[in-house]
């Protein structure tokens, strides 16, 4: 399921579009200014963001070149400024389209559609095997090898790396990590993930500080290609 982060201080142009984004399958958070948005996209992973200009405390442009920093995410940028200037500027900055307000809420939805799709074929074919120096991990096969030694890990820990992996170089929370790999219903807290990072590391030998704690906030696997 791809996740939209919608960011506009308007509550009602958010409900509108959750509520049409959500109809289509998308999962959906919401930011009522840029600096919460630059905030959320340090702690989490976003398919696209649709990024309203004129927003108290940082405004939609500003916005835009921080989280560009963070990841490389398709954006959409909403505006009640149609001005050629405007959009030419967002270009410039990397956004993927630009929708003049009112619009249409299934106009838009089929923009992200189109942005999405586009960035998908745009994306390097993903491989079952990725390897960091020499940490190799074989998806399909559920492995993990070290400077070529076959390493044991538990089914959570595997998890918990290859999710790691996955979101490399992305800040992840605790309580994301939690519910995203041991699910919404889980009773345990914060040690749980802790206890786990503990003993992947030790599990990794000489390539544990890949695995990054970031304090207050959680981990994030590391490795620059």
């Known amino acids: 399921m791809y996740k ?8 009602k142009i958010r409900e509108v579009i959750r509520e049409y984004a959500e109809f289509n399958g998308y999962e959906v958070e919401e930011a009522g200014d840029g600096m919460s948005a630059v905030g959320m996209c340090k702690l989490n ?8 200009i004129m927003m108290p405390k940082l405004d939609g442009f500003s ?3 921080e989280i560009k920093k963070i990841q490389d995410v398709p954006i959409i940028m909403l505006s009640a400024r149609g001005e050629e200037y405007d959009k030419l500027f967002g270009f ?22 189109v942005v999405i799709q586009r960035r ?16 190799e991990i074989n998806k399909a096969a559920r492995t993990v ?21 996955e979101n490399r170089n992305i800040a992840l929370s605790r309580d994301k990590l939690l519910s995203d790999i041991w699910g919404y219903d ?6 749980t993930i802790d206890t786990h990072i503990k003993n992947l590391r030790n599990n990794l030998g000489p390539y544990r500080d890949y695995i990054v704690t970031l ?7 590391e490795f620059e290609d």
């Open 215 to 221: 304090r207050g906030v959680g981990y994030k696997f």
């Open 145 to 165: 090898s070290v400077d070529g030694t076959r390493v044991e890990l538990t089914p959570k820990e595997y998890e918990l790396l290859f999710y790691l992996i």
């Open 92 to 113: 410039e900055l990397g956004i993927d389209d630009y929708i003049v307000k009112p619009f249409s809420p299934k106009e838009l939805m089929a923009r992200i559609n």
């Open 63 to 65: 916005a835009c070149k």
């Open 4 to 11: 939209l982060l919608i960011v506009d201080d308007e509550p």
């Open 120 to 135: 998908n074929a745009s994306a390097p074919p993903k491989t079952d095997v990725v390897t960091f120096g020499g940490l």
């Open 186 to 191: 889980f009773f345990g807290d914060d040690r």
């Open 45 to 52: 992973h976003y398919d696209l963001v649709i990024l309203d």
